[in-house]
């Protein structure tokens, strides 16, 4: 019965976040500043959300899998996987993702980019400071743990509802 039910939430995030298909906004780029505010607001949606769905492409086949790890490193939205996941192969064949996530049901975002496998140490460190449980399972120096972050300039994030316009951000 739980099994069933959530597959039957994760059917209806997905079917939600695909209700609206927003054009992007056409016009002047984002300063850096703007970019900035999005990003920060961004990262404040999924954190709250807490849990996010983390679209990739496997060969010809859609792949769709939860996420909970999000980050600012450096002035870049991060996420992290494990090396060894299959998702982890796709990301570096393909690094074109879309994730999306809904809270207080009625509220949902897509967020689209390119991301990036960055192994410097550091950044690992910093993924897994903010999340100290996931080092019981990956380490900074170990070879599984990946952090990749959203090239900057190829991400638009999109928070939608059922009661208000679209609102679009790029950076």
Excluded at 135 to 142: A, F, W
Aim: aromatic letters at 8%; a positive charge.
């Amino acid at each position: 019965m739980k099994r069933t039910l959530a597959t039957l939430a994760v059917l209806a995030v997905l079917l939600f976040c695909g209700l609206q298909n927003v054009p992007a906004q056409e016009g002047v780029p984002m300063n850096k500043e703007e970019a900035k505010q999005a990003m920060q607001q961004t990262y404040n949606y999924l954190k709250e959300a807490k849990v996010y769905y983390l679209a990739t492409v496997d060969q010809d086949q859609p792949r769709v899998r939860p996420f909970g790890t999000v980050h600012i490193f450096e002035d870049k939205l991060y996420i992290q996987t494990g090396r060894k996941k299959n998702v982890a192969k796709q990301l570096l064949a393909n690094g074109k993702v879309e994730l999306c996530a809904m809270k207080d049901r009625s509220t949902w975002i897509r967020v689209s980019g390119v991301l990036v496998d960055d192994p410097r140490r550091e950044a690992k460190v910093s993924m897994l400071a903010e999340y100290p449980e996931l080092q019981r399972m990956y380490s900074p120096d170990d070879d599984n743990t990946m952090v990749l972050f959203f090239q900057p300039g190829t991400v638009e994030a999109t928070i939608s509802s059922f009661t208000a316009k679209p609102i679009v951000m790029k950076f």
